[in-house]
């Protein structure tokens, strides 16, 4: 595996931005002047303008810079990403990661996953997102 670098996470957050999930692990707290754990799990990335060069546009994340971040692959089973760590805190950038049983194998399959996206129709199949989620249909 290469190195994961700060062009890696802009590339994953610029290529995944509508279905992106974060988890913060650690903040800086400025009362006690030091990081401290977080109680959360994985939520849906929000974007964030302010301060742009810092949270790389995703609320929640906060990249120092200067070579002073690092990264590390992640994946738990459920989620797949990249974890940042740093002195204002730790967080997981991640994608839910599909499931094997997400095979639709008949139309009242497709009919239970309601309103979903479209993102390509080959010449054998045609895939659909939902949720963050890819499904498509079970080959013949």
Known sequence: MSKITKSTIKSFI???????????????NGDCDCVIAT???????QKDE?????????KGAWFVGNSRD????????????????????????????PDKDFLIDCDLAIR?????NITSVGSENIYFDKDGC???PKPA
């Open 14 to 28: 610029k290529n995944n931005i509508s279905s992106l999930y974060i988890k913060v692990e650690a903040k800086f």
């Open 39 to 45: 109680d959360g799990g994985f939520s849906l990335a």
């Open 50 to 58: 302010s301060n742009a060069s810092y949270t790389l546009g995703v």
């Open 70 to 97: 690092h990264f590390t692959a992640y994946d738990d089973g459920q989620f797949s990403g990249y974890e940042v760590y740093n002195s204002c805190g730790s967080f997981v950038l991640a994608l839910k990661t």
């Open 112 to 116: 239970a996953l309601g309103v979903v």
């Open 134 to 136: 890819r499904w498509f």
